[in-house]
Structure formats: C-alpha cells, structure tokens
C-alpha cells in the first residue's frame, strides 16, 4: 500500500509575496477554489498581521472552501498569534503555523540573541497558540543551515509544547539532497515524540534542487510537503506542485502517492500564471509551453511510432489534450506527413518529398511554421479554405472615447458582421467574433509575445480556446495586437468548427 503524502500549498503565502504577485480577495479566493479542485490538503492563506487586505482574504477563503485545511502564518509573537486566529474563526479545519529562525545567521544577526532565549520563545508561543487552536504548526526558519543536536533540541521542546507538525525549511535553498535527506533523518532517530506529530519540509529553489531535496526527505521520513504552483515563491521560488505530483504518481514503486488530481495541473498551472502575471518558463518541467513538444527530427520520428519513446509523462495526465510536434528544420518526413495528415491533406510519395524539400528550404529562413505555411507546401491556401476568415476589422479605443470594435468575418463564404464594446480593443473585438459564431467559447490561455524588442514589433499571440470541454491552440502574428488576438483566436475556432 502506498503512503500518503500530504500536500500543503503555499502559493497564496509564499508564493503571493513575490513582488508583483500579488493577488485582490476575490482572486485570492478564486485560487484557493482551484487548489481545492486540485485535491490539497492545506493550503496556507496568508500572514493576516501583514495587512487588513490579507486578513480578509484569509476570512473569506475560509468561508469559500470546505475540503483542505487553511493554515495562516504568524511570527513568534502573540499579537500575531492572536490577529491569525480570528482571521481563521470561520475555518471548517484551521491552523496557526508559527515559528522563528533557529540557524545562527537568524540568531545572531536577525535577533541579537542567543539559542537558550529562541528556545524559549518558540515554546512560548507553541504554547500559546495550542491555546487558540487545536492545529499548530511550527517552522524553524533557516532549518536548512541549523545545527542539527540545537535543530532537535528546538523540535523536541515545541512537541512537548504542543505543536502538531513539524516544519523544517530550507530557507535559503542551501542544502544538498543528501544532506537534506540526513536532517531529516537526524530528527527522526533524535527527537522524542516526533512520531506523534506530522514532520512536514519546505524548500526554497535557491540552486535549483527544491524538488529533489523535498524528494530525499519523503524517502527520509517527512509525510507532509510544502508547494507552489508553477514553483512560485520567495526569489527562485518554492518545490513546485506539479513536479513532485508527478514524480510520486510516476513512479509508483517509490511507494507514495498524493490526493492530486494531476488531470487538473495545467489548468492551475495557467490560472495562477495569469492571475499573478507570472508567466511559465517555456522549458518548466510538467507545465511549460515546451514540455510536451517534440522538435528535433529523431525524436518526432520516435514519438509518431510510439509516446512513450521520448515522453515519461501523458500530457492528458495533467489535463493536456495532447503532446505537440513542432516543425523545424530538424524534422523528418514523417512529422510532415503527420502535421499534413491532421490538416487533411494526403499527398502522394512523389508529392510529399517535393513538399518536403519546400519545407526544409523554409524552415531553414523561418522559425515558426505554421499550418498556412504547410498549407502552401501542400498547393493548399489555409485561407481559401478555412471554414471562418477576417475580412474587415476596426477597434475604436483611447482616452474619452467608448471601446467599440466592428468584425466582419467570412463563416462558410457568407458574410456575417457584429458590432461590439469591451473593457479594451482585444476584448471588444473578440466578442464580436464570439457573436458572430454564437457558440459558447472560453479563452483558457492568451499570451502575447513581442518578437523583438520596439514598439513597431510583431506581435506574436498563442491562444488556447476551450469549447465543448475541450481545449483548441490559435495562433497568429501581426505588427498590429488586436489584429494577431483577432485571428489567433479564430484560428482556433477553425479547429473545432471544421
Ligand atoms: O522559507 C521559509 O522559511 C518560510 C517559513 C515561514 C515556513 O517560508
Ligand atoms: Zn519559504
């Protein structure tokens, strides 16, 4: 039987107090919402003292979500101890999680102090807060460079004061998987009492080993684990979710399973992205843009004869229709005819190496290859035959004037027109598409990127639209954005309205 591993995310605390990350209490709640989908088990809702904004965002998560705990942060100090137990009285499951930096950098320099008198106060308000709620969690900040025999003394002595879990942070993303592992381990062999409580870990990604250092301590003994989505977080970020849900379903011979539904990840993943205008990495392990797409010609021939060649991963397992074969330079044969197959396009031997040579001559001028490119590899003209095109366009915005925008579009050869507002000219504009094609259609991801730097740049817009419980890819570039977000968007719409 596998153990559980408990999940404790901390994308609104730790993650939210990323400069430029900051999320209102509506969208606050509308993450929490999420996680709760997701399948955590804690989520940690903010640092109540740090504002009255947080403080309320903290009330009504508590009121809006019923599964996971919600745990706030306080120092080791009453008034904050005291300010994170109201912000929780309307909690189904509420917990303090308090604490105080136990390395000697934090007690020489951050404190002035010496290890008897933190001691002392990490009891002190262990106690404290035990008198408020019936779940503590206490942090020993800087974990990761504190001396192990004064590490478990501290531990030790906040079990006896009644803290429920434990958590030992890697702050400053200092430590080595193996050294991380070994403390873990220490505390176990050392601390009376710590099989009563949850030994929790919380590693910070300073050198990049986050996910492998939270790893060696689950093989080491911690049960519960402290994440961002998208390994969001205080300077190189947190343990991200997605990495470690998916190592631990992944391989299932480690033992360890979590309560996430993984088919839920990348709709996290980009929620949290455009909330907290963060976009992902293109290489992000499990949820960048690249992880499920295949460029180079030997591994497109492998994946097109079988995935699981070159992807340990099924992208549907994180909510991903399906992996991508880009079209470079460096494909073969075989990802043309795949990409001229989904675009219905059957060519004969003879025609595909002619189209073939076409497209390497191409794609050694041209980055992006798109499917009107191949389309006129083919002797095909995307636009001649796409079920809907832009015909007329005309946004209105700026200072003092209404937002308004006027779409003409070509549906099946007809003429259709529709004349809208919006909050800005992308919006407007792409409610008159919406109007015009009258089927219900979310836009689940929208990115524009600039290709170079000036102002008199293309720009590139990747779009994902879902209708009918699935999800399309539109994309389109042009020096003008509405324009670009007009046509990615029914680029898009031509995929499902075939
Ligand atoms: O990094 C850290 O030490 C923290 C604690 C407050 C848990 O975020
Ligand atoms: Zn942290």
Redesign the pocket.
């Known amino acids: 039987m596998a153990e559980r591993i408990y999940i404790f995310d901390?994308t609104l605390r730790?993650g939210e107090q990323v400069p430029g990350c900051q999320l209102n209490s509506i969208e606050k709640v509308q993450v929490a919402k999420v996680l709760e989908e997701l399948g955590v088990d804690i989520i940690e809702a903010g640092f109540p003292v740090s504002s009255p904004g947080d403080f309320n965002s903290v009330v009504e998560i508590c009121k809006a979500v019923t599964e996971p705990s919600i745990c706030v942060?306080s120092r080791a100090v009453q008034n904050d101890i005291d300010v994170a137990a109201q912000s929780l009285k309307h909690a189904r499951r509420g917990r303090i999680?308090t604490?105080i930096g136990t390395s000697d950098y934090h007690i020489k320099y951050k404190f002035l102090s010496n290890r008897e008198d933190i001691l002392e106060r990490a009891v002190m308000a262990t106690r404290y807060a035990r008198n408020l709620t019936e779940e503590v969690q206490f942090?020993c900040?800087?974990a990761g460079r504190t001396d192990n025999e004064y590490l478990a003394r501290v531990v030790e002595a906040v079990i006896k004061a009644g803290a429920t879990t434990i958590?030992i942070?890697d702050?400053t993303g200092y430590c080595t998987p193996l050294e991380f592992g070994d403390k873990i381990r220490y505390l176990r062999e050392h601390v009376d009492g710590i099989d009563k409580v949850m030994l929790s870990v919380?590693c910070?990604n300073d050198q990049g080993l986050a996910t492998a250092n939270t790893l060696q301590a689950i093989m080491n003994g911690a049960r519960q684990i402290?994440v961002t989505v998208n390994g969001i977080g205080?300077r190189a970020g947190n343990t991200a979710l997605e990495e470690i849900a998916m190592i631990l379903k992944g391989r299932s011979e480690l033992g360890f399973e979590t309560g996430i539904d993984t088919t839920r990840i990348y709709h996290a993943s980009r929620m949290v992205s455009s909330l907290m205008n963060m976009p992902v990495q293109p290489n992000k392990a499990v949820v960048g843009r690249n992880a499920f797409s295949h460029s180079s010609g030997i591994h497109q021939d492998g994946i097109l004869k079988m995935k699981e060649t070159y992807e340990i991963i099924d992208p549907k397992d994180i909510g991903l229709e399906d992996n991508s074969i880009i079209l470079t330079a460096r494909s073969g044969h075989a990802a043309l005819k795949h990409r001229l197959a989904e675009l219905n396009i059957e060519l004969t031997k003879e025609e595909l190496d002619i189209a073939y040579e076409k497209f390497l001559r191409l794609a050694d001028v041209k980055q992006d290859i798109t499917d009107e490119d191949i389309m006129k590899i083919a002797g095909r003209d995307l636009n001649d035959i796409a079920p809907v095109r832009l015909d007329y366009l005309k946004a209105v915005s700026g200072t003092g004037v209404q937002t308004r925008a006027h779409v003409r579009l070509i549906v099946d050869g007809e003429y259709k027109s529709a004349i809208m507002r919006g909050n800005g000219p992308v919006d407007a504009s792409i409610k008159c598409v919406k109007k015009i094609i009258g089927r219900k259609m979310l836009i689940r991801e929208f990115f524009i990127q600039a290709m170079d730097k000036g102002c008199d740049d293309i720009g590139k817009v990747h779009m994902q639209v879902e209708y009918n419980g699935s999800r399309y890819y539109g994309f389109a570039a042009d020096t003008d954005i509405v324009k670009a977000s007009v046509l990615a968007f029914i680029n898009a719409v031509n995929r499902f309205i075939k």
């Open positions: 901390t730790d942060l999680q604490g942090y900040e800087d958590n942070p702050t919380h910070h402290d205080e």
